[in-house]
């Protein structure tokens, strides 16, 4: 006569059983694979950036200016080492990069580099007009796909590049500085 327990015999249980060495291993994989990502997230440097037209008042007059913003929402330290930004003139064009300066001692930049710790931010201000003033100097091939493709972008001493399209103010007066510019009668060829 064969045991029983609970209505079931021995080969029954030792099926049953055979389970739970499957189910401690699939546990065991998935508690090391949530370690090494809890670990391994507080690693990477993670920044917010913006890229927008502003209006600084508190002077004589309403100053304009193009803001450039980088906030560290990660928990390890960030070090920005460079502002620029990038786009391509044509479709199929090779993409471009320019290097932003910022002044300094203008009482509202932050220096460049700076290290921001967590939640810390960092912002720049160059002016609106210089800033426009120099973009038809790049003469691009086509303005209308660069002004769609023009992208802010914070480099940091890691090697970690980020990037964000450009807010749709400062595309609306990289436009209109085109569109003046095209309506500009062309100085004749005097060949």
């Known amino acids: 006569m064969a045991i029983t327990f609970l209505g079931l015999d021995k080969e029954h249980w030792d099926f049953i059983n055979s389970f739970s060495n499957w189910i401690a291993a699939f546990g065991t994989v998935g508690a090391v694979g949530v370690s090494l990502w809890l ?20 002077t004589p ?9 980088a906030t560290n929402i ?19 064009g090779k993409r471009q990069h320019l290097y932003q300066t910022t002044a300094r001692g203008d009482g509202m930049s932050s220096l460049i580099p700076v290290t921001l710790a967590d939640s810390e931010q960092a912002s ?13 100097k790049l003469e691009p091939k086509d303005w ?11 480099f ?36």
């Open 74 to 92: 990660g928990r390890r330290a960030a070090r920005v080492v460079s502002i620029g930004w990038a786009y391509r003139d044509t479709p199929d």
């Open 61 to 69: 007059e309403l100053s304009r200016y193009v803001a450039i913003s």
């Open 156 to 191: 940091t001493s890691i090697g970690q590049t980020f990037e964000v399209p450009i807010g749709d103010d400062l595309k609306k007066r990289m436009r209109e500085v085109f569109e003046a510019e095209a309506a500009k009668p062309k100085p004749e060829d005097g060949s």
């Open 124 to 136: 720049w201000y160059v002016p609106l007009s210089l800033w426009l003033d120099n973009l038809p």
């Open 144 to 154: 209308r796909h660069m002004v769609d493709t023009f992208r802010l972008q914070v």
């Open 39 to 58: 670990a391994l997230r507080s690693e990477r440097v993670k920044l917010k950036v913006w890229a927008m037209n502003v209006v600084v008042t508190g």
